[in-house]
């Protein structure tokens, strides 16, 4: 009887636990002519309603929206309100925050022009 009871708990758990808002799927990443630095290129997920937090690159961000809305904000400029079939870019260690604003996961391509080594987002305060 502990056993139907337990697995019913761990059922309701996984039905709760939380997706992140954000999911990056680095699809490419290789050296680039500029010494110490490399491309990475992205699939990026943003859930409906959605932030995808505050943060910043160590290098430039470029990205396509393929599916959905966004707003982007980067700290110092007008937001951004962008749909599927624009673009945008983040410059070097902006901080920026990506707000889906449509009722569908937005899908992006996007390309990091970064430094090697370094983590490819860093959360802003």
Known sequence: MKFPLL???????????QTPPLKRTIVAQADVSVPNHEA????VELA???FGGR?????EEI???IEGELEVEIEGKP???????QGFIIP???VHNPHNTGTTTAKLAA???VEKGKPLSTPAK
């Open 7 to 17: 697995a019913a708990f761990a059922a309701a758990a996984l039905m709760f636990a």
């Open 40 to 43: 990475v290129i992205a699939s």
């Open 48 to 50: 409906a309603g959605a």
């Open 55 to 59: 943060h910043t690159h160590f290098g």
């Open 63 to 65: 990205a396509y929206i």
């Open 79 to 85: 937001t951004q309100k962008l749909k599927a079939g």
């Open 92 to 94: 070097a260690g902006a």
């Open 111 to 113: 390309v990091f022009y």
